[in-house]
């Protein structure tokens, strides 16, 4: 009650202004500020990356690193030598050692050393370094029972299926195998393609630049009248004139054929245009002063880049996928169109590798599966040749590119380079399924081809 | 209302138009609070070119929760530049007055007077009274808090308080008394 005089005085105050403000108070105040330092002013620091890419970075990398340890830890199970590493190094320092971890993976921290070695005489030759080590091994200073057996029981539990573990009793000695496998990404180039046609005798067809024969003219000289004979002056190679290399045959066909063969049978050059010749180009005549009617077709070898991510199965299977992604470049031409064309597929390859054979520091495999791609971009760069000699250049998207589809196989050769990375080289022999041929590509036109690649493999893990 | 934050993020930025339109938002109602503890237009100037200057200066360090708190850093940091202003000019303003006068129960009605008058009065204070009023009225503060700040004694703070009322009482009812005559009064009130 007191109080409320002062209430109802600072309430009356509430948002109180005065009508009459200083003159020159603001022009007074900017004084002060530009005589005084920038205190107030926080200067932000340049960030090197912008908020955005600085984001992206992180966020590319912490989903790299979880890959990785995703990856990892889905197949960390598989290496029940870690797991017996982790538990023999809670019984003893004298198991923390390489070579007995390997051992207690056989089971020998049960057994008595002498039995080990009289009954490992049949097992791998892999694990002959172990027996050595082994026998210099002694539990002098051996943990406790108990914590041998909890250690066994742990290697007991991990190992259920995979490894033939012993018995306390049993002089057995568990067949520790070859070195198991190890996940891998892989990353290759492939791009030395070799078509199976090359052993066809058939035509082939060659790119050549319009009007590439010197005699035909590339365009009508307006001095030179236009004869009635439509046939171009071509010297006669017999008349030792004639232009090296023979010449060609321009026609095709009629009353203007060029005689036919009178005995010369030797003179390979007189003949038919519609029998074409091996080797040559074929060249479909249209007349004289114009362009000559040409139609070509060449596919480019496509080149394969490629991340391929291999989980093992077993011991010697594995499964392999990934992403490959591979460009078709192809040229065309007809008549005054030159067309090139360009696919980009990526494609997941869906395959079982198995290794054959392999010694410390290399590998022998094979593997084999199909490849499904999806196209992911095409276009054609046309160019039309317009009358009067200039051209005319278009670029147009190429929809509906049909889904690709190939099967695969191939032997590899692997060898270490460093501890965790390994190079391969892979040749494949690989079957285009067809599917379509809405575009024509080299793999439309070649369903069979050897492809050669090479390629680094980084073992995850220990 | 007003949102601030726009404008205190620019002022932060040391942009010169943020600052000047903050200025123009808040100049008014600080100088009406500046008014109540100095008179004196020149003096009002200067108390409030050194405010200004200060929030500026020092707006980097503000860190805004709420809405009004901005106003209410401003309106502090006025209040003390005038105390230090007057701490500083008038040192005889705080006569430390040992009397035990009974503190003075009686409410000071303003409702029938308008703001205007009511800071009218005030500013006919002398300074002292107007200093122990100010702080214990709108600033909220104990009289020990007042004793504290200007340097007397909780008793003559709480004396200094009652001779202000009595007086502001008689300016809003008299309506007559300049501040001349207000300091007579005070003297006649001190013997």
């Not at chain 1, 095709?252 to 007189?270: A, K, M, V």
Request: glycine share 6%; aromatic share 10%.
């Amino acid at each position: 009650m007191a109080e409320k005089w002062k209430e109802n005085l600072r309430s009356k105050f509430d948002g109180y202004e005065s009508a009459d403000i200083p003159d020159g108070l603001w022009i007074g105040i900017e004084s002060r500020l530009d005589a005084a330092e920038p205190v107030a002013q926080s200067t932000k620091p340049k960030r090197a990356f912008s908020l955005v890419w600085s984001r992206s970075a992180v966020a590319v990398i912490l989903l790299m690193v979880a890959l990785n340890c995703g990856m990892m830890r889905c197949f960390y199970t598989y290496f029940e030598g870690e797991t017996d590493a982790k538990n023999v190094s809670l019984a003893s320092d004298n198991l923390l050692n390489v070579e007995v971890r390997r051992a207690s993976r056989a089971r020998v921290a049960e057994i008595g050393r002498a039995e080990i070695i009289s009954n490992t005489a049949e097992d791998e030759d892999s694990v002959s370094a172990e027996k050595t080590e082994v026998k210099s091994v002694t539990v002098s200073s051996a943990p406790s029972q108990e914590k041998k057996d909890s250690v066994v029981e742990n290697n007991v539990r991990s190992e259920k299926k995979k490894v033939w573990y012993v018995s306390k009793n049993s002089a057995n000695i568990s067949k520790t195998k070859k070195a198991k496998q190890k996940p891998s990404v892989s990353m290759f180039v492939s791009g030395i393609t070799v078509d199976t046609d090359f052993l066809d005798s058939g035509d082939y067809y060659a790119t050549a630049p319009c009007n590439s024969n010197p005699d035909i003219p590339d365009k009508p000289n307006p001095d030179i009248p236009k004869p009635d004979n439509p046939i171009p002056d071509i010297p006669n190679p017999d008349d030792g004139s004639g232009y090296p290399g023979g010449w060609v045959d321009l026609f095709d066909g009629g009353e203007d054929d060029p005689p036919s063969d009178d005995g010369d049978s030797e003179n390979s050059d007189t003949r038919s245009a519609r029998t074409p010749i091996p080797g040559k180009p074929k060249i479909d005549g249209s007349g004289y002063g114009n362009t000559v009617e040409k139609e070509y077709e060449e596919h480019s070898r496509p080149i394969y880049f490629g991340l391929e991510v291999a989980f093992p199965l077993d011991d010697k299977w594995s499964f392999q996928t990934g992403l490959v992604y591979s460009e078709l470049c192809s040229t065309f031409d007809k008549g005054a169109v030159h067309t090139d064309q360009t696919i980009s597929y990526l494609n997941v390859p869906l395959k079982v590798g198995v290794n054959l054979a392999g010694g410390k520091k290399w590998d022998i495999y094979a593997s084999g599966g199909m490849m499904l791609g999806v196209g992911v971009s095409g276009k054609a760069e046309i160019q039309k040749r317009l009358p009067n000699y200039s051209f005319e250049r278009t670029t147009q998207r190429l929809d509906g590119i049909p889904v690709a589809a190939s099967l695969v196989a191939s032997p590899g050769f692997e060898f270490r380079l460093f501890r965790s990375l390994n190079a391969y080289v892979e040749p494949s022999l690989m079957y285009n399924i067809p599917t379509g041929r809405k575009y024509r590509t080299f793999n439309t036109e070649n369903p069979f081809v050897l492809n050669f690649g090479l390629g680094l493999r980084y073992k995850i893990g220990k | 209302m007003i949102d601030y934050r726009l404008i205190i993020d620019q002022v932060k930025s040391g942009n010169r138009r943020a600052m000047q339109q903050l200025y123009s938002l808040t100049i008014r109602y600080l100088t009406a609070v500046c008014q109540r503890y100095i008179v004196g237009e020149d003096d009002v100037k200067d108390v409030l070119q050194e405010s200004y200057v200060k929030i500026f200066m020092n707006i980097g360090t503000f860190q805004q929760r709420e809405e009004a708190t901005v106003l209410s850093w401003m309106t502090r940091i006025v209040v003390n530049e005038s105390l230090m202003f007057i701490r500083q000019k008038e040192h005889y303003a705080f006569i430390d007055i040992n009397d035990e006068l009974p503190d003075c129960e009686e409410e000071l009605e303003v409702e029938e007077f308008s703001a205007d008058d009511i800071l009218k009065a005030i500013m006919q204070l002398p300074t002292g009274y107007r200093t122990v009023f100010n702080l214990y009225v709108f600033e909220d503060k104990s009289h020990r808090e007042i004793a504290q700040i200007l340097g007397i004694g909780e008793s003559s703070s709480a004396s200094q308080l009652n001779r202000a009322k009595k007086m502001i009482r008689s300016i809003l009812y008299n309506n007559k008394i300049s501040y001349a005559d207000g300091r007579e009064m005070e003297r006649k009130l001190a013997e």
